[in-house]
Every structure is written in structure tokens, then in C-alpha cells.
């Protein structure tokens, strides 16, 4: 409903500028909410109106705001317009900004904000997000968790925000790696040990191998041999390929599993490998491909076609590279499912691949790679899986669940039953409160990780990780499930308000003046494809609901006052859920 108080003040301004209206919604903000509170709800910056040609350019600017601000004139929902440091300010009338917002959020609790006019544009149309991807042959580590959260959380929001959504796990499943591990496995490998101990033995396997590789040219030659078996599809070659897959691919769907993270497709690099020939065909038959002295096979990407800049896509031996199989990949989703936009989501070590992949499309002359994007992100510091330094998943859940047996055994009884009670589950079934709890931990790294710019580098901390303090997902489950519980013991009575009256305070109209800026909020992630913005919005909303329920009670209060400040906290509640499922985290009710 922050569109209807955008259209009010919109009004005022077309009327002044003589321009439409519609030329000032998406300038119009939500003031937001501080310490120092501020009494104004919306304001818009006179530099941008400059910007937009909304207003005429010269003259001082504090002077052009002073005068525009003076031109405003005041309604029942605009009560005041005041000239800020080069932007007018619009304060609104509190019981209608109460009626408003809470209306909405009664009759439409799962689509406020997300229908806004600032939206509007986002609206419709396929998109296609590739995210988590893994390579196969490799137990899930915590740096693969960071492209599979902001992966879901793109697609979530893309979701919501009213797109189709095709998620794609495109597994790194074939390539070098892949003759380097199957050499490794043909001279350390064993099969009674890859029965038993499956993903342990194939990464004793691969950093053997690495080892031996950097020493001895040797085993840098079989890797290549064995690859170039692969790919001419050599039986024997590829059941050992078929059969490291399948171990893999099984226990990443476990792991997705647990994490609540889904895929339309599961795709991978030997799906396309035998797309690379027409990728070739067509780069050839259109000049774009050139062979060099030494016998590879490159696209040139200069812009004075001088071969300064050149990605390879054949090796001297013939054999195929990753860039050409994300080539052949992109053509092969674009024809399959007609996307709008292609979002990629890896690490920022990729961002030269991804530029070379987008400009060797767009030579080939498909203009819509111009609406495909790759967003990178930091490295999570401190592993390599070659030298075995690496921290994985499921390792990070064992300590979870040790943590939370020691805290159990530590803690007085008191003590000891709240931190079962705060799991929604059975409190004699151990096993799945320290499971839960492991979740509950990786929701904490969603919203502390995250806080941030994505291209920030992460170093993984034993301590940081399974700290459950602080501003944490945890923090905000127990928000979620205490005004679930609220709301619970006063059931019999309506959540729906007529009388707005009591919502006048300091601490309700915070509430409100936050929940106002909401489809901002959406707006701002869905542009940057980042989650920061949610994860700090839906953090701020967690603490005014915490002062609120400490200063605004319920039990006690008047009939009219107890309903007010129920619909209020339900309103929360809503838009609490709803930002916690865009950011991948389920909801729970009890805790």
C-alpha cells in the first residue's frame, strides 16, 4: 500500500511540474527509520527530479527546494510538507498511514509490497538461474554453500517478484579435473573402499593425485590421456565417470535436502559435451574461430582484431574446455526454454570467464546475451581442496550437533529446557533438535554473512559460524515464533482492526514507517541481486517488533486497544515470513 501514499504525493508533484504522475513514482522514498526519529514518511530528492528533467535546471538547489516544498499543498493524507538538505519532505497523516498498510496486509498478507507500481517492471517473463554447481567427485564444502544461498535467493525473489523460475544445477562433471581424478583412480583408487566410503575415498583420491601431479610429468601426461578417453567415449573411461556421478549426485540431493534448496534441472558440462562440434561448426562458418601456431583453437576478442585478447576454446590435442561447454550450454537453454534473463552465480575467481563467454555469444550475434548476468561473490578463505584444506558441509553440521550436545549436558535445567523448547520439535527426540539446530545455524550465515557487498572475501571461522548470538537467522525465528505465539494465545479474537486510533504511538508508527519502505526494499535486491538489503530491512523489522511487544502488551489492554496492536503484530508477522522464504529460510511457529 506505500503506492497509494507514493501516488498522493506523486499528484502533488505532476501538478507543480506539469509532468504525469507516473514520472515521479519510482522517485518518490520511504524515509527510513533511526534512532533520530524524523517526522516525515516520504521524501523526494530534488537532484534526482534535476536528474529526470522533472524540474528545471540552474539556481541554487537548497533554493529550488525551498520553493518546490512551498508549491506542495497539504491534504487529509499529506499533512506536511517541509524543505529538507535538498529534498522535500512529506509527513502523513498516521491513522490513515495505520488503516492503509494494515488493510492491505489483512486482505493480502502474501503479496504485500511485491505488487507495487515500483515493480510493475519486474513483472512477467522466464528466468533462468544456474547456482550451487558443484563438481562432481567432491563432498559439498562451505564455499559451495554461498553460491547455492544466493542462487535460492535470487530465484525466490524472482519468484515473488512474479517471474517464472527455472533453477539449473549445472555440475562440473566433466574436463581436466576429471582425467586427473580418473588417472588418480586407476593407479590409488580402490572400488571396495568407493562401495563403502564413496566421496571420502574419491577426495583421498583427487588430493593424492594433485600431490603426485605437481612432481611428476607423468601423471600430468595419464590425466590428459585419460580425458581425452573420455572424451572420445571410451567404455571404459566413462563407466568410471558414469559411476562417480551417480555416488555424487545422491548425496548432493540429501544435502540439498537438508539445506531446503530444490532444482528444476540438474544439468552439467557432459550434457553438452557433444554440442561443442556445432558450437565449432558455427564459429567457424562465421570466421570467428582461428587456429594458432600451436594448434589450439581460439575466438578473438579485441576490438582492433589484433588477437591481444583471445579466448581458447580447443586444446592443441583437440579436446574441449569449460568455456566451450557453457557456449554450447547457453545456446542449448535458450532454445529449450525460450528465457528472458540467464542469471550465473559462482565466485568473483570467474568473472574474466563469464566476460569472455558473453562477448563470444554476442560476436556470434545473439543479442540477448545482453540480458544474461553473472553475479560474482567473495571466496570463502582458508580451503583448497587439491591439499585436503578444506572445511566441509557436513563437517560444519557434526560440530553444530556436538556444540548443542555439550550446551545441553552444561546447562541447569532451566536452561536446558529452553534450548529444547526453542526447537519445534519433540523435546525427548535429541537427534532432531541438534539437527535442527545445525539449520538454524546456516540460517545464521545467511543473514550475518550477508550483510555485506557480495564481492567481500569470507574467511571461515569454526567460532563465526556456529555462533548463535547476536543478529543471526536464529534471531530472527525467535522473532517469527514469539509473535506466532502471540497471536496464538489470542486467537479468539480478531486480528482485524477498525479502530486504528491506538496505533499513534512512537513505537507503532516506527513499525509502520518501516513496513512502508518494504517494496523499496524488494526493489533495491532485485536490482543489485543482492540479499543485503532484505537481510538489514528484515533484521530492523525483528528489533521494532522487539520494543513493541515489550511496550505495547496485549493482555490488559482495552478490547479496541488489544485488537489495534494485534493487527499490528500480525502485519509483522507477515511481511516477516514472507522476507524469510525470498532469503531461503522456512518460518518456524514455535520455538
Given at each position: 500500500?506505500?503506492?497509494?501514499?507514493?501516488?498522493?504525493?506523486?499528484?502533488?508533484?505532476?501538478?507543480?511540474?506539469?509532468?504525469?504522475?507516473?514520472?515521479?513514482?519510482?522517485?518518490?522514498?520511504?524515509?527510513?527509520?533511526?534512532?533520530?526519529?524524523?517526522?516525515?514518511?516520504?521524501?523526494?530528492?530534488?537532484?534526482?527530479?534535476?536528474?529526470?528533467?522533472?524540474?528545471?535546471?540552474?539556481?541554487?538547489?537548497?533554493?529550488?527546494?525551498?520553493?518546490?516544498?512551498?508549491?506542495?499543498?497539504?491534504?487529509?493524507?499529506?499533512?506536511?510538507?517541509?524543505?529538507?538538505?535538498?529534498?522535500?519532505?512529506?509527513?502523513?497523516?498516521?491513522?490513515?498511514?495505520?488503516?492503509?498498510?494494515?488493510?492491505?496486509?489483512?486482505?493480502?498478507?502474501?503479496?504485500?509490497?511485491?505488487?507495487?507500481?515500483?515493480?510493475?517492471?519486474?513483472?512477467?517473463?522466464?528466468?533462468?538461474?544456474?547456482?550451487?554447481?558443484?563438481?562432481?567427485?567432491?563432498?559439498?564444502?562451505?564455499?559451495?554453500?554461498?553460491?547455492?544461498?544466493?542462487?535460492?535467493?535470487?530465484?525466490?525473489?524472482?519468484?515473488?517478484?512474479?517471474?517464472?523460475?527455472?533453477?539449473?544445477?549445472?555440475?562440473?562433471?566433466?574436463?581436466?579435473?576429471?582425467?586427473?581424478?580418473?588417472?588418480?583412480?586407476?593407479?590409488?583408487g580402490s572400488q571396495e573402499k568407493l562401495r563403502t566410503q564413496p566421496l571420502e575415498h574419491l577426495f583421498e583420491v583427487y588430493v593424492q593425485v594433485n600431490r603426485e601431479a605437481e612432481r611428476d610429468e607423468s601423471v600430468r601426461s595419464a590425466a590428459a590421456e585419460f580425458f581425452r578417453r573420455l572424451e572420445q567415449n571410451e567404455d571404459q573411461a566413462l563407466a568410471l565417470w558414469r559411476q562417480f556421478r551417480e555416488i555424487t549426485v545422491d548425496e548432493y540431493k540429501r544435502i540439498y535436502q537438508r539445506l531446503g534448496v530444490h532444482f528444476?534441472?540438474?544439468?552439467?558440462?557432459?550434457?553438452?559435451?557433444?554440442?561443442?562440434?556445432?558450437?565449432?561448426?558455427?564459429?567457424?562458418?562465421?570466421?570467428?574461430?582461428?587456429?594458432?601456431?600451436?594448434?589450439?583453437?581460439?575466438?578473438?576478442?579485441?576490438?582492433?582484431?589484433?588477437?591481444?585478447?583471445?579466448?581458447?576454446?580447443?586444446?592443441?590435442?583437440?579436446?574441449?574446455?569449460?568455456?566451450?561447454?557453457?557456449?554450447?550450454?547457453?545456446?542449448?537453454?535458450?532454445?529449450?526454454?525460450?528465457?528472458?534473463?540467464?542469471?550465473?552465480?559462482?565466485?568473483?575467481?570467474?568473472?574474466?570467464?563469464?566476460?569472455?563467454?558473453?562477448?563470444?555469444?554476442?560476436?556470434?550475434?545473439?543479442?540477448?546475451?545482453?540480458?544474461?548476468?553473472?553475479?560474482?561473490?567473495?571466496?570463502?578463505?582458508?580451503?583448497?581442496?587439491?591439499?585436503?584444506?578444506?572445511?566441509?558441509?557436513?563437517?560444519?553440521?557434526?560440530?553444530?550437533?556436538?556444540?548443542?550436545?555439550?550446551?545441553?549436558?552444561?546447562?541447569?535445567?532451566?536452561?536446558?529446557?529452553?534450548?529444547?523448547?526453542?526447537?519445534?520439535?519433540?523435546?525427548?527426540?535429541?537427534?532432531?533438535?541438534?539437527?535442527?539446530?545445525?539449520?538454524?545455524?546456516?540460517?545464521?550465515?545467511?543473514?550475518?554473512?550477508?550483510?555485506?557487498?557480495?564481492?567481500?572475501?569470507?574467511?571461515?571461522?569454526?567460532?563465526?559460524?556456529?555462533?548463535?548470538?547476536?543478529?543471526?537467522?536464529?534471531?530472527?525465528?525467535?522473532?517469527?515464533?514469539?509473535?506466532?505465539?502471540?497471536?496464538?494465545?489470542?486467537?479468539?479474537?480478531?486480528?482485524?482492526?477498525?479502530?486504528?486510533?491506538?496505533?499513534?504511538?512512537?513505537?507503532?508508527?516506527?513499525?509502520?514507517?518501516?513496513?512502508?519502505?518494504?517494496?523499496?526494499?524488494?526493489?533495491?535486491?532485485?536490482?543489485?541481486?543482492?540479499?543485503?538489503?532484505?537481510?538489514?530491512?528484515?533484521?530492523?523489522?525483528?528489533?521494532?517488533?522487539?520494543?513493541?511487544?515489550?511496550?505495547?502488551?496485549?493482555?490488559?489492554?482495552?478490547?479496541?486497544?488489544?485488537?489495534?496492536?494485534?493487527?499490528?503484530?500480525?502485519?509483522?508477522?507477515?511481511v516477516l515470513a514472507n522476507g524469510m522464504r525470498i532469503l531461503g529460510i522456512t518460518p518456524v511457529e514455535k520455538m
Amino acid at each position: 500500500m506505500a503506492c497509494f501514499f507514493r501516488r498522493r504525493v506523486a499528484l502533488q508533484l505532476a501538478e507543480v511540474c506539469g509532468l504525469s504522475e507516473d514520472v515521479f513514482i519510482p522517485l518518490i522514498s520511504a524515509v527510513p527509520v533511526s534512532k533520530k526519529q524524523s517526522a516525515a514518511d516520504l521524501c523526494v530528492s530534488v537532484k534526482r527530479l534535476l536528474q529526470n528533467g522533472a524540474v528545471a535546471a540552474g539556481g541554487d538547489l537548497q533554493s529550488k527546494t525551498q520553493a518546490l516544498a512551498n508549491q506542495m499543498k497539504r491534504d487529509a493524507v499529506v499533512e506536511e510538507v517541509s524543505a529538507g538538505r535538498g529534498v522535500i519532505l512529506f509527513r502523513l497523516n498516521k491513522l490513515i498511514l495505520a488503516q492503509k498498510l494494515l488493510e492491505q496486509l489483512r486482505s493480502e498478507p502474501d503479496v504485500f509490497g511485491v505488487k507495487s507500481e515500483l515493480l510493475h517492471h519486474l513483472q512477467g517473463g522466464r528466468t533462468l538461474v544456474e547456482f550451487s554447481s558443484p563438481n562432481i567427485a567432491k563432498k559439498f564444502h562451505a564455499g559451495h554453500l554461498r553460491s547455492t544461498i544466493i542462487g535460492n535467493f535470487i530465484a525466490n525473489l524472482k519468484k515473488a517478484l512474479g517471474k517464472e523460475v527455472i533453477r539449473v544445477n549445472y555440475l562440473g562433471d566433466w574436463g581436466m579435473q576429471f582425467g586427473l581424478l580418473g588417472a588418480g583412480f586407476e593407479r590409488f583408487g580402490s572400488q571396495e573402499k568407493l562401495r563403502t566410503q564413496p566421496l571420502e575415498h574419491l577426495f583421498e583420491v583427487y588430493v593424492q593425485v594433485n600431490r603426485e601431479a605437481e612432481r611428476d610429468e607423468s601423471v600430468r601426461s595419464a590425466a590428459a590421456e585419460f580425458f581425452r578417453r573420455l572424451e572420445q567415449n571410451e567404455d571404459q573411461a566413462l563407466a568410471l565417470w558414469r559411476q562417480f556421478r551417480e555416488i555424487t549426485v545422491d548425496e548432493y540431493k540429501r544435502i540439498y535436502q537438508r539445506l531446503g534448496v530444490h532444482f528444476d534441472h540438474y544439468s552439467g558440462e557432459a550434457f553438452h559435451h557433444h554440442q561443442t562440434q556445432n558450437v565449432l561448426d558455427v564459429l567457424m562458418s562465421q570466421g570467428l574461430l582461428k587456429t594458432t601456431e600451436k594448434g589450439t583453437a581460439v575466438v578473438d576478442l579485441s576490438e582492433a582484431g589484433d588477437m591481444s585478447s583471445y579466448a581458447t576454446l580447443v586444446r592443441s590435442d583437440g579436446t574441449s574446455l569449460y568455456i566451450t561447454r557453457d557456449v554450447a550450454a547457453a545456446l542449448d537453454r535458450k532454445q529449450r526454454f525460450g528465457f528472458d534473463e540467464m542469471i550465473y552465480v559462482t565466485d568473483k575467481s570467474q568473472t574474466v570467464h563469464f566476460q569472455q563467454l558473453f562477448h563470444i555469444l554476442q560476436t556470434m550475434g545473439h543479442q540477448w546475451t545482453e540480458r544474461c548476468v553473472h553475479v560474482a561473490f567473495g571466496l570463502v578463505q582458508g580451503m583448497s581442496t587439491r591439499r585436503g584444506e578444506v572445511v566441509f558441509l557436513e563437517d560444519v553440521l557434526e560440530e553444530a550437533r556436538s556444540r548443542m550436545l555439550n550446551n545441553m549436558r552444561q546447562s541447569s535445567s532451566e536452561r536446558k529446557y529452553f534450548l529444547i523448547t526453542l526447537l519445534p520439535v519433540d523435546i525427548g527426540d535429541v537427534q532432531t533438535v541438534i539437527v535442527f539446530y545445525s539449520v538454524l545455524m546456516f540460517i545464521k550465515c545467511v543473514c550475518q554473512d550477508f550483510r555485506g557487498p557480495l564481492m567481500s572475501d569470507y574467511k571461515f571461522d569454526w567460532d563465526k559460524v556456529l555462533q548463535a548470538h547476536g543478529d543471526t537467522g536464529v534471531f530472527l525465528q525467535y522473532t517469527h515464533a514469539r509473535l506466532c505465539s502471540l497471536l496464538r494465545r489470542h486467537a479468539s479474537e480478531t486480528h482485524s482492526c477498525c479502530d486504528v486510533s491506538p496505533l499513534v504511538d512512537s513505537r507503532s508508527v516506527s513499525v509502520l514507517q518501516h513496513l512502508l519502505r518494504y517494496d523499496e526494499v524488494l526493489l533495491q535486491s532485485a536490482n543489485e541481486l543482492q540479499p543485503r538489503h532484505l537481510v538489514i530491512f528484515l533484521m530492523t523489522l525483528s528489533h521494532l517488533a522487539a520494543s513493541a511487544h515489550r511496550e505495547l502488551p496485549v493482555k490488559g489492554s482495552s478490547a479496541a486497544v488489544a485488537q489495534a496492536r494485534l493487527c499490528l503484530f500480525s502485519a509483522v508477522r507477515s511481511v516477516l515470513a514472507n522476507g524469510m522464504r525470498i532469503l531461503g529460510i522456512t518460518p518456524v511457529e514455535k520455538m
